[in-house]
């Protein structure tokens, strides 16, 4: 049996390895998005600092290890024997939760979905023992569970989004009051101050609080940083400010890229701090409790109280490095990571685009209520007043700004949202109180976001309705992670050894699947919006990579569609449904971010807009095109309605087959760039346009004969009506990349015959 547990104990670390990976490509978002989105530096220096303050931060978190041994329930009311079942299944549960996140790119806690896997496993384990044991039934639950210290963690991880928000929104607005968006020129006299105020805070809140659980600080160092905070927080402000001052004038440093990058370093500490109980603390305390079942001398493992557990234990500091080693090589290698950042990035990007997210109808309750207000203090606000705050969020230098640099939001609002979500988070850690580093980190920055006016009647529905759908994903986090958790330790329990197996093989599967469909969805993800000025001779290069893409595409699902109409092929009709719906969210893509390219070409390139444009439009009608032809086909065959009469399969074939010599030719001038072949590709679609007009003739014939059934009939009269519309914007996508180029190029239009 012993060896039994050896094992379990092994699969412990292992999971817990795997746990480090998937939790911090989870919350790198959190310490990255600032940093990332102002481009305060380097990709890779970001990442260096980052990496840094994990590997200091995770030292830090030896005291948050207790969350895990008695946070939640009352580990001298377990057995080694069902202690262990909870702690496995909390472990499995995770990863499979967080990776299913990481997959869909969506921002998630780690600490409530830890929380709410142990108090489910520990219900699972509690309900079993009550129904063996107590005479009291589920009243009895209240021994086992610690339901005051569960609700408080709740408590408190909910109240941080409230107080997130709310602060960060406060912060931002004040700090755009002070620096507006043209915050050079007040840097020259704030930017120090404001520099060793932000630094300060974090020194304070990090260092002094965060010290309280660090796993080397000894009780005279802590007792000596207790004593002196107020000399060490005097100091800290003086220090600093006169440093940045001295910088700034020596070298013409920004001094918001320091704070920034300092502020990554802060929130990545804080985060590891905080956080690294969440991807470690149940395995450390499997291992405690296992060091101890072994100590008693016990054998019967179901006979041994984890009384142990309720003692304080200072983790040692090299399986905290180890761990934090294990969290810097996941931030710089995971995928994921890079996902759940964008995500973010997106919600609280200044600059309005294509919307990752549909509105809803709560968020557009809540713009319209937000539009009234507005209009309200309109009235009643006076007019220089509202004068001169609007001046102060006047954006004109930040679009230059953005064109220039590539950046999503300005460094003053990065500097608010990593110095107010490091000090929550530290407060927090001091407190022993597992915030979610995701929540508050989130929370701040769409706080700060909508105080910067970020959420403008353009964009506000989509960013508003992105942030219910996180935070809706943050409830399924806790009721998944509860259900999940719950039944993992029921089948443990049940089925022993072989529940293990299972639920192994569980999340073998799941890790495997979500690592095909996010590689699925990477590659097929839309194409980027130029971040940099571009010239038209750019834009003509990716129109042209576009068009013959589509053009590709469609000739290829149009013979596929046909074919299967013809041979009523069902599966290929659906895989071919599939695959226009995604071409759709291409063009869709293409054409949502048209315009953010067009703000971006060069004045050289005005003359050419107007025309891509046009290329855009009839793209995105070839693809409708395609959708409208094929949804009536698929449910035709779909339904086992009559297939088609063999005159009708010969006229379609013979009309396939004219539509693919159409498209070669179309291939053929656009790939080469020379449009001499657009006489024949004109008298080739007219030809086409003939055939189907006669095709529907003779279908009309039928019909009178009543030869040809009502079903098949639509669908066929549908089939050559949209084959139509595809043939005639496919030309005009040809017409309207020639005119592209000869504006491009200033040569004289070819007169079309």
Known sequence: MENLYIIIIGLLFILAISDLVVGVSNDAVNFLNSAIGSKAAPFRIILVIAALGIVVGATFSSGMMEVARKGIFHPDQFFFSEIIIIFLAVMLTDIILLDLFNTFGLPTSTTVSIVFELLGAAIAISIIKISHSSPEGMGDLGTYINSGKALAIISGILLSVIIAFTIGSLIQYLARIIFSFEYEKALKYFGAVWGGIAITAITYFILIKGAKGSSFITEGTLEWIMTHTGTIILCSFIGWTILLQLISWLFKFNVLRFIVLVGTFALAMAFAGNDLVNFIGVPLAGFESFKAFTASGITDAGQYSMEALQAKVQTPTSFLLIAGLIMVGALWFSKKARSVTKTEIDLARQDVGSE?????????????????????????????????????????????????????????????????????????????????????????????????????????????????????????????????????????????????????????????????????????????????????????????????????????????????????????????????????????????????????????????????????????????????????????????????????????????????????????????????????????????????????????????????????????????????NLILHTVNIVKAQRDFIYAKFDLPQYKVP
């Open 356 to 724: 990752r997210f549909n509105s809803s109808g709560l968020a557009r309750s809540l713009v319209r209520a937000a539009v009234n207000t507005s209009n309200f203090l309109k009235i009643i606000l006076p007019d220089a007043f509202l004068k001169a705050i609007n001046k102060r969020f006047d954006r004109s230098s930040y679009e230059k700004r953005k064109i220039e640099q590539s950046i999503s939001f300005d460094l003053v609002r990065a500097t608010v949202n990593l110095t107010v979500a490091s000090i929550l988070i530290a407060i927090g850690t001091s407190l022993k109180l597992p915030l979610s580093t995701t929540y508050v980190t989130f929370m701040v920055a769409m706080g700060t976001s909508l105080a910067d006016r970020a959420w403008g009647r353009e964009s506000g529905v989509y960013r508003i309705s992105g942030v219910i759908t996180v935070i809706g994903g943050w409830f399924f986090t806790a009721l998944s992670a509860f259900t999940l958790s719950f039944l993992a330790a029921l089948v443990i329990h049940w089925l022993g050894f072989y529940g293990i197996l299972i639920i192994v093989s569980l999340v073998l599967f799941s890790v495997l699947h979500s690592y095909r469909v996010h590689r699925k969805r990477s590659a097929k993800a839309g194409e980027e919006v130029p971040e940099k000025e571009i010239n038209g001779e750019e834009v003509l290069v990716k129109c042209k990579e576009n068009v013959l893409s589509v053009l590709v595409a469609a000739s290829k699902l149009y013979f596929i569609v046909i074919d299967g109409f013809i041979n009523e092929k069902r599966k290929s009709l659906k895989k071919a449904r599939k695959e226009i719906k995604e071409l759709n969210l291409r063009t869709k893509d293409l054409k949502d971010n048209v315009f953010e390219t067009l703000k971006k070409m060069d004045e050289e390139s005005e003359e050419s807009g107007p025309f891509y444009v046009q290329v855009l439009d009839y793209l995105r009608e070839a693809a409708h095109c395609l959708t409208y032809l094929t949804d009536p086909i698929y449910q035709h065959i779909d339904n086992n309605h009559p297939p088609l009469e063999e005159t009708q399969k010969n006229d379609l074939y013979t009309l396939s087959e004219e539509i693919t010599t159409l498209y070669s030719y179309i291939f053929d001038a656009v790939k080469k760039d020379k449009y001499d072949n657009l006489a024949e590709i004109i008298d080739q679609q007219q030809k086409i346009l003939e055939r189907i007009a006669k095709m529907r003739k003779r279908m009309v014939k039928f019909l009178k004969k009543e030869e040809i059934g009502t079903k098949i009939s639509i669908v066929y009269f549908n089939t050559l009506s949209e084959t139509k």
